[in-house]
T-cell receptor
Framework: QKEVEQNSGPLSVPEGAIASLNCTYS??????FFWYRQYSGKSPELIMS??SNGDKEDGRFTAQLNKASQYVSLLIRDSQPSDSATYLC?????????????WGLGTSLAVNP | DGGITQSPKYLFRKEGQNVTLSCEQN?????MYWYRQDPGQGLRLIYY???????QKGDIAEGYSVSREKKESFPLTVTSAQKNPTAFYLC??????????FGSGTRLTVV
């Protein structure tokens, strides 16, 4: 079983719709959770970080964490063509200062005009 | 502007040759990381360093070497022992305990 799993996609949604991206992880002691966006040929950029159960909202993005079920999701409201990218989920189970993350393979999102 | 600078953007290596990838940051970040990204394999950690003059191996350190003589700099050498070096190499940094910030990457190709 992979430590961090994501559906590879592609996930295709129409412009203006809600895109829902999911990530499951295997280590119950995981403490920090991150969503990065990566455009083709570019480096990842941080979208959201979440550390406690529940929802965290930032503009059109909402991260949801459920530690009991070991999943973290990212919702993108009012999806735009510029949101088309690969979304990487990363998990840190070491806590403290160590940012040695475990990465999923990413979900490809296509937002169609 | 503060940021992480990776150079070169594209690099071509001949068989049996060592090459060094540069990573410099002016963010005053303590920790620095090197990742390798291959299609379909996600990000894999090569080496990381949390303080000057100290670094640890990541998951795929074989065939690579690093140094951390200055807080701002964390160069990665791809040695001839790395048999399949063609990949996208990403350098990242962070203040201790904070979120990773990535440089723009170096794409290495063996010719």
């Amino acid at each position: 079983q992979k430590e961090v799993e994501q559906n590879s996609g592609p996930l295709s949604v129409p412009e203006g719709a809600i895109a829902s991206l999911n990530c499951t992880y295997s280590d119950r002691v995981s403490q920090s959770f991150f969503w990065y966006r990566q455009y083709s040929g570019k480096s990842p950029e941080l979208i959201m970080s979440i550390y406690s159960n529940g929802d965290k909202e930032d503009g059109r993005f909402t991260a949801q964490l459920n530690k009991a079920s070991q999943y973290v999701s990212l919702l993108i409201r009012d999806s735009q063509p510029s949101d088309s990218a690969t979304y990487l989920c990363a998990v840190n189970n070491r806590g403290g200062n160590n940012r040695k993350l475990i990465w999923g393979l990413g979900t490809s999102l296509a937002v169609n005009p | 502007d503060g940021g992480i600078t990776q150079s070169p953007k594209y690099l071509f290596r001949k068989e049996g040759q060592n090459v060094t990838l540069s990573c410099e940051q002016n963010l005053n970040h303590d920790a620095m990381y090197w990742y390798r990204q291959d299609p379909g394999q996600g990000l894999r950690l090569i080496y990381y360093s949390q303080i000057v003059n100290d670094f640890q191996k990541g998951d795929i350190a074989e065939g690579y070497s690093v140094s951390r003589e200055k807080k701002e700099s964390f160069p990665l050498t791809v040695t001839s022992a790395q048999k399949n070096p063609t990949a996208f190499y990403l350098c990242a940094s962070t203040p201790l305990g904070a979120d990773l910030v990535f440089g723009s990457g170096t794409r290495l190709t063996v010719v």
